[in-house]
């Protein structure tokens, strides 16, 4: 049978600036005919729904961000975890992300090994499959098998570091100049950014820190961690154990009882209160690719991947966890000097400034950190996750934030804010009853 487009293995990837810019260039080219066809047929009457546009063109996006890997593809995800902000064929084609997308080629997967260890992997593992089980954005996972163990193997994409370093400077300037930003405001975020993605690609750092967070977690119940391998790791090879279970959609497909995805959700809740007040990091990638989930014992979920780490300086957490007090919102002045640490209002903020900044944020903060301030939390209702992204919805149309020249607000809250909204969407999609306190 013959592979489909998106699932033939690829030979080489656009790494350099130039290269990547001539790729965008060729989408937005693409992109444009499909534009000029769809208008084409309606101005001689014929049938193009804008369904149809909106297909052909997310097909073709999602093919340029799976041949480039990297920054843009890991934006996809994030794009695809945020279910309402994209049209549907654009959310269904970025899902994708999330578990698979286009592989190396078997030549390009055996040059990363002899780069590595000076051998292939044929000569590392017992049994070594070429195929890769998993493609991603950074990197891509190959099933292996070492004296009797089976093993999970990723083989980072190669020049996927200076790839983030040339796609950011490539779309900095546009940005900015869109959005009329001076650079100087925005480079903390930038910073922040970049540096997230560029760990990623740091296989000894991810090593480390999942060697670390899982002997951390050794009390939590119903997790699973896998062991790493440092002697079979190397810059651009990572080894773990292969864990078992199913990635979330997969996993929904078998018709777990309730009992089950409250165990589960429970088991993610737990997990993600510990890092965030005991171990004071948290695993900042929550999307459904990085969790596998098995009925067995109850409901036991496996954690897959420590690249994304956000730490969480003292200070940040002091202000996150009082930001999301029930007190707080119950004291609109211990509110504005909570905001007024965190940098969201300013001491040279006019009085009708102070008050918008305030009572938004107030809003805000009642609807998000609504799972904190109960004993228990029902995700199993929907209308809680569709009313965080119409509060998104409702904020992007006020005109007090369209007019707003410059982000305020600490650059740490960027990938903490992406953490939760991931869990609340993944323990919506469980349909999970958690105990929160």
């Not at 940005?175 to 970049?194: F, I, S």
């Not at 080894?239 to 199913?246: A, E, F, N, S, Y």
């Not at 690719?289 to 014992?297: D, K, M, Q, V, Y």
């Not at 305020?408 to 349909?431: D, P, Q, W």
Request: aromatic letters at 10%; proline letters at 6%.
């Amino acid at each position: 049978m013959p592979e489909s487009p998106k699932n033939i293995p690829l030979d080489s990837l656009p790494t350099t600036k130039v290269a990547r810019a001539a790729r965008f260039a060729k989408t937005g080219l693409n992109v444009g005919a499909n534009y000029v066809k769809h208008y084409a047929k309606r101005a001689v009457g014929a049938e193009s729904p804008t369904s149809e546009l909106h297909e052909a063109n997310a097909a073709e996006l999602y093919g340029a961000l799976s041949e480039m890997k990297g920054s843009v593809l890991k934006v996809a995800q994030m794009l695809a975890m945020e279910k309402n902000i994209l049209p549907t064929a654009y959310a269904n084609q970025f899902a994708q992300a999330q578990y698979q997308t286009p592989p190396l080629s078997g030549p390009l997967v055996v040059k990363a090994f002899r780069d590595a260890f000076g051998k292939s992997p044929f000569d590392v593992f017992d049994s070594f499959d070429l195929n890769a089980r998993q493609a991603a954005s950074i990197g891509q996972v190959h099933w292996a098998q070492k004296d009797g163990q089976e093993l999970a193997v990723k083989v980072q994409y190669p020049g996927v570091a200076d790839s983030i370093r040339s796609d950011i400077r490539l779309v900095k300037p546009i940005a900015l100049r869109v959005l009329g930003l001076e650079e100087a405001t925005v480079r903390p975020y930038l910073q922040e950014v970049e540096t997230r993605l560029l760990e990623e690609t740091d296989y000894a750092l991810e090593l480390r820190r999942g060697q670390q967070i899982a002997a951390a977690c050794t009390g939590l119940a119903h997790l699973q961690f896998p062991s790493y391998y440092p002697g079979l790791s190397g810059s651009r090879i990572l080894t773990m154990d292969w864990l078992p279970g199913q990635h979330l959609k997969e996993f929904l497909a078998t018709h777990p009882s309730q009992a089950v995805r409250n165990q589960l959700g429970q088991a993610l809740w737990d997990f993600y209160m510990f890092q965030l007040n005991t171990l004071r990091q948290v695993h900042a990638d929550p999307h459904p690719g990085n969790f596998l989930l098995r009925a067995e014992a109850g409901g036991t979920v496996g954690v897959l991947d420590f690249g994304c780490v956000k730490e969480i300086p003292a200070e940040v957490h002091r202000l996150f966890t009082a930001l999301l007090a029930p007190e707080t919102l119950a004291d609109p002045a211990r509110l504005t000097a909570l905001l007024t640490e965190a940098g969201i209002v300013r001491a040279e903020d006019v009085e009708a400034q102070r008050s918008f900044y305030v009572s938004t944020m107030q809003a805000s903060l009642e609807l998000v950190g609504r799972p904190f301030r109960q004993p228990s939390f029902d995700f199993g209702d929907p209308a809680y996750l569709q009313s965080l992204y119409a509060l998104g919805d409702d904020l992007l149309q006020q005109p007090e934030l369209r007019q707003q020249r410059e982000p305020r607000g600490s650059e740490h809250f960027i990938y903490l804010n992406r953490t939760y909204v991931g869990l609340y969407a993944l323990l919506t999609e469980l349909r999970a009853f958690v105990q929160t306190n």
